[in-house]
């Protein structure tokens, strides 16, 4: 199987190639990982090329954690999260020793979102700080979700490169909904 998949890789390659056509970033492999779930429901999804990797994970209790572990040398240069989850009340992302804790919803229309050290003080994190994670609340229709809890839509989470700097060799990513 691998080797039909690298040979169709490089048969796309060379007559992109021979046309002129430079390979668009998304036509490379995806960087490789192994994912272990908390709970045999919870399932994620890993997406995306050598440059993003998404991970998609949805988890119908509302409550779990996911270890995710590069097979490869490096980790890509950016990789977002999407929780598919009603509500956000908290969030925990470690890697090595950078760790985050976050919850968010939406209030007014806009976006609202808590971020900590995730200890016993919970000491909130500076907005110009490295570790601060970009967080979205989108609706099902992809926009900014106009409330929680949501209904088809999701929490996109990208994280910054303080995780990945290190090149840490797994991610921890725990979970709770709200409204579980």
């Given at each position: ?14 007559a ?74 908290n ?15 939406v ?42 809890p ?31």
């Open positions: 199987m691998r080797a039909a998949t690298a040979s169709l890789l490089l048969t796309l390659y060379v992109s190639h021979a046309r002129g056509i430079p390979p668009a970033a998304s036509d490379d492999p995806p960087a490789r990982f192994t994912v272990t779930t908390r709970k045999a429901d919870d399932t994620v999804a890993v997406g995306g090329d050598r440059e993003r990797t998404t991970l998609d994970v949805k988890s119908p209790s509302g409550i779990s954690r996911a270890v995710v572990e590069r097979t490869g040398d490096a980790w890509p240069k950016a990789v977002v999260v999407r929780l598919h989850l009603k509500g956000l009340e969030l925990k992302v470690s890697a090595g020793a950078v760790a985050v804790g976050a919850a968010a919803g209030r007014d229309g806009k976006v609202e979102a808590r971020q900590w050290v995730p200890d016993k003080d919970e000491t909130p994190l500076a907005p110009a700080d490295p570790r601060r994670l970009a967080i979205r609340v989108l609706g099902k229709d992809g926009k900014t979700a106009a409330g929680v949501l209904d088809g839509g999701q929490f996109e989470v990208t994280l910054p490169a303080a995780f990945l700097r290190d090149n840490p060799k797994s991610l921890l990513i725990e979970w709770i909904d709200f409204y579980r």
